[in-house]
């Protein structure tokens, strides 16, 4: 890895644990301004207070959040899109480019491939494109990368995760972003497989707090480089909490229960 990459990939992983809570907020361009980010300005502080490492970003919501100037948060642009209201939703296109990115002060951008797609052969050609881009500007990329297609029956298969985290690796990602597989002992397979770290998802909103910790628990002890999440971050009841919670598991070592007590504490 070139040094400009080393350096930009300082404000996403912490240099000191190595590792990273990257809050995703793209969202509005797939579902619109859902609960969590009609602000996107107010989300993006939230998170930021409760020292998230990261947070991924549309272009356009550059200019709202980041327009005062530089917050004390690592800045990822996304450069893929669809709708849920397409027919097509799963295949993802370009909207951005990494010259795009670099301008607005980004540290890393993310694209997102979704494997078994009907537009995968395009998703794969996109992700070749953009990884040489990267290379050339050296700024480090982010793949997010599911199994969601005809063929795949459950993309939590931890073959099918496999599968997805070392297509991101094979094809240049910097950091590649999956779904959990459910256990640790799974997990860690597809940490090995990838040869690069690796982030996990957090999929829809889950029912607890608790259950959300657990996960991230489990993808540590499988030895993840931290997590992606979203909608379980910024949909909680206090968002800037549940990343302290979390960032007790990912960059303390802390147990579940410790996590708890940080989330419950008024």
Known sequence: MGVGKKIRLNNVINPETGKTIIVPMDHGVSSGPIEGI???????????????????????NVRLVFGEGRKNIGLIVHLSASTDWSPHKNDKVLVGTVEEALRLG????????????????????????????CEEW???????????????????????VAHCARLGAELGADIVKVPYTGDPESFSKVVEGAGIPVVIAGGPKMK????????????????????????????AQ??????????AIVHEGKSVEEALEILNKE
């Open 238 to 247: 206090d968002p800037a909490k549940m990343v302290r919670a979390m960032a």
């Open 138 to 160: 050296q700024i480090p990329l982010l793949a997010m990368i599911y199994g969601r297609g005809p063929k795949i029956e459950n993309q939590y298969d931890p073959k099918v």
């Open 208 to 235: 607890s707090a608790k259950d959300v910790l657990e996960m991230v628990y489990g993808a540590i002890q499988a030895g993840a480089a931290g997590l992606s999440i979203g909608r379980n971050v910024f949909q």
């Open 106 to 133: 980004a540290d890393m951008v993310s694209i997102h491939v979704n494997m078994g797609a009907e537009g995968e052969p395009q998703m794969l050609q996109d992700f070749g494109k953009v990884a040489k881009a």
């Open 38 to 60: 009609t602000n996107i300005k107010e989300a993006v502080t939230k998170v930021a207070q409760g020292g998230a490492d990261a947070v991924v970003i549309h272009k356009g």
